[in-house]
């Protein structure tokens, strides 16, 4: 059972381009979308997560958009960097009937110098 | 505080050998989960925990137990190791499974099944 389905699974940017990845999900109880960071050989961690009340996000050059009516939520990476390449995933909260957090397949970002 | 450890780093088994990861967090977190990682399948759940002495079973929970007599540590254990269990494992833990709660992962075990 997928709640969550990412997009690309991997994406090629030139240094100082935007990264867009994609997030959609089914289930509209869905009420926290956050996006996890993985570096190669460590565990993932919080990048950055928005609630639907609002439809945008920012930290940094590291942005949240959220379509509630499309069921969608997009993380754009500005002025990318190389340090910024690693796997980025999305993730769904707890499921209604249980404490299963649910994470997309996953992003590799390779940003070229 | 050390976050969440993991042990060991590494891992190389034969078909039906057993072992056990260990997981431990010093965040006084009551939920506590472990995921596999595969490539292209992105972090799939194997049994979380809400709680010292309570467990559940996540999305592939087969050829795996768990147990969590304490709020700090949480192993996993293959019982009879198979290829198919080749995998990076990551444990996580989180404040208590709440909707908004961070999760925050271990280093990962990276085990091989020959």
């Known amino acids: 059972q997928q709640q969550v389905k990412q997009s690309p699974q991997s994406l090629i940017v030139q240094k100082g381009g935007i990264s867009i990845i994609n997030c959609a999900y089914e289930?509209?109880?869905?009420?926290?979308f956050p996006w996890y960071q993985q570096f190669p050989g460590k565990g993932p961690a919080l990048l950055i997560a928005i609630r639907p009340d609002v439809s945008e996000k920012k930290e940094g050059r590291f942005t949240i958009s959220f379509n509630k009516s499309a069921k969608q939520f997009s993380l754009h990476i500005m002025d990318s960097q190389p340090g910024d390449s690693a796997t980025y995933f999305c993730?769904?909260?707890?499921?209604?009937?249980?404490?299963?957090?649910?994470f997309g397949t996953g992003t590799s970002l390779t940003v070229i110098p | 505080n050390a976050g969440v450890t993991q042990t060991p780093k590494f891992q190389v088994l034969k078909t039906g050998q057993s072992m056990t990861l260990q997981c431990a967090q010093d965040m006084n977190h009551e939920y506590m989960s472990w995921y596999r990682q595969d490539p292209g399948m992105g972090l799939r759940l194997i049994h979380y925990s809400v709680g010292a002495g309570i467990t559940d079973q996540g999305e592939v929970p087969n050829g795996y137990n768990v147990s969590r007599s304490t709020t700090e540590d949480f192993p996993l254990r293959l019982l009879s190791a198979a290829p198919s269990q080749t995998s990076v494992y990551f444990c996580?833990?989180?404040?208590?499974?709440?909707?908004?709660?961070?999760?925050?992962f271990g280093p990962g075990t990276r085990l091989t099944v020959l």
């Open positions: 289930n509209t109880a869905f009420d926290y």
């Open positions: 993730a769904s909260p707890p499921a209604p009937t249980g404490n299963q957090f649910y």
């Open positions: 996580a833990s989180s404040y208590r499974g709440g909707v908004a709660d961070t999760q925050y």
